[in-house]
């Protein structure tokens, strides 16, 4: 299950920081502190910001919506994320139902040149609540988890910096909104506008497919499975400010199942995010504890493994 996961849940953070790209290339972390650059309060409006144009019902077009917040983003040098993500999980067998629910909040800031993350994360689940404490840069992956430090092998921090390069970038993610563009439909929401589509079946396919292409994850295994994929809704709202043309917020819900062998499995999940304090994050500094921290070995993955 631990792939299906991040399939969606890759999908669900692309939708959230879809407008918070860098049209220029990211460049590599250089230091523990990361300072964003001089000048970072955020404008009233944003240079490339000048109003859209209208269509006959007073809001922009989706091609040119999605064209001013790529614009936007230039400007864009820093934010601070807020997402809760819940997800139920049921596998049902011959011999019953497991059902695995999962409440997960996630508080993050972002400089996106030179790139570096911060994340608090809990995890609430049956077994018990954990916490979870990151920093990553292109100079290394920190985790600490119910208070021990770790250093996460380069290779895992590499993957995890080319995932969130791909999420940030703007072109990348026209090449999924254009997908899906017939189906959206934009609406005024007090000072944001509001972009909004359902999707199901192949088109989510090709949503979760243009992720796993982009992080380098799709293998034969994941592509099996994503044949199997029953997608009955996914539904998907992103609101950006009319000025600045700023994200704001997203909502991603997703209802599917899929058989797999004699099990059933069905999945729910719902993520809300905010965005905020753009342009407001000066520095992301790493405790001494976790650089002084040992790096640690991770397991090889099975080679052959016989369930998802």
Known sequence: MKKWTTIFMGVMLTAALAGCGNNEKLKPSEGAATAAPAGNAA??????????????????????????????SDQLKSFEMES????????????????????????????????????????????????IEQYVTKDGFYSQTNGAWMKLPAT??????TAMQQSTNPEK???????????TKITEDGDNYMLAAEVSGDDVKELAKTYMNQTGGSDQQMAAMME???IKTMNIAYAVDKKTYFPTRTEVTMVMDMINGDQTISIDMDMKATISDHNKVDEIKIPQEALDAKE?????????????
């Open 84 to 131: 809760q993500v819940k997800q139920k999980i049921n596998v049902k067998t011959a011999q019953g139902d497991n059902a695995q629910d999962t409440d997960m909040t996630t508080k993050s800031k972002f400089i996106k040149e030179p790139l570096t993350m911060h994340q608090e994360i809990l995890m609430k689940t049956a077994q018990g609540d954990q916490k």
């Open 173 to 183: 993610q026209l090449e999924q909104f254009k997908a899906i563009s017939e189906k």
């Open 228 to 230: 199997q994929m029953n």
């Open 43 to 72: 404008p009233e409006a944003s240079a490339s910001a000048a109003p859209a144009e209208q269509t006959s019902d007073g809001v922009p077009s989706v091609e040119d919506l999605i064209k001013k917040t790529v614009a936007a």
């Open 156 to 161: 895992m921090g590499q993957q995890v910096i």
């Open 296 to 308: 640690v070995e991770m397991p090889s993955a099975p080679s052959a493994p016989t369930t998802p």
